[in-house]
């Protein structure tokens, strides 16, 4: 489905019923350089202006950059990374397949971004979100994120703002129920 069907489909609200998966067939692990065709094949069919393989290949080498992927069935389902800056994590991306999204997995990807964030000892997190992405802002919200924000004209394809989110305290975010 093109881009501005979907698009159009999610003003309206329609949206078929996602069926049920079962989370504890996901595997989540390091994104590698043999991921990146299939990364960039999500990455097209989600966004109107997406990174290019360049970008990812970048993301994969680079010390201080942490990107993961999510499989499913042998098949990748979604991604997501981070670099880290100093003491916080900056949050790139959380991006799940079309065809998967609403069943949790970008939920898993977020809360395996901040555990891994934890681990490196990063004390906070922050990610810019586009101000129609309100499923994506609920979510972060669900996690404890919380709005600081505007960023005017943020997106180049469209010069749509970003909300900027922040998650002030990494280290409180272990205490927060996770959404189910």
Not at 58 to 79: I, K, T
């Amino acid at each position: 489905m093109g881009s501005f069907l979907r698009r159009f489909r999610a003003v309206l609200g329609h949206r078929e019923a996602p069926s049920a998966i079962s989370l504890d067939a996901l595997r989540i692990r390091s994104m590698t350089r043999r991921d990146l065709g299939a990364v960039l094949a999500v990455e097209n069919a989600s966004f109107a202006a997406p990174w290019r393989m360049s970008s990812y290949a970048r993301a994969v080498a680079e010390r201080g950059h942490s990107f993961f992927v999510a499989e499913m069935d042998g098949g990748l389902v979604g991604y997501a990374g981070l670099w880290v800056e100093g003491d916080q994590a900056h949050i790139a991306k959380v991006t799940v397949h079309e065809d998967y999204r609403r069943r949790g997995i970008g939920s898993a990807l977020l809360e395996y971004l901040i555990d891994h964030s934890l681990r490196l000892g990063l004390t906070r997190m922050y990610l810019e979100v586009r101000r129609s992405n309100v499923a994506a802002q609920q979510m972060y919200r669900r996690f404890g994120f919380q709005f600081e924000r505007v960023q005017p004209n943020a997106y180049p394809d469209d010069g749509e703002d970003a909300f900027i989110f922040v998650l002030a305290r990494l280290l409180d975010a272990r205490r927060l129920p996770r959404p189910t």
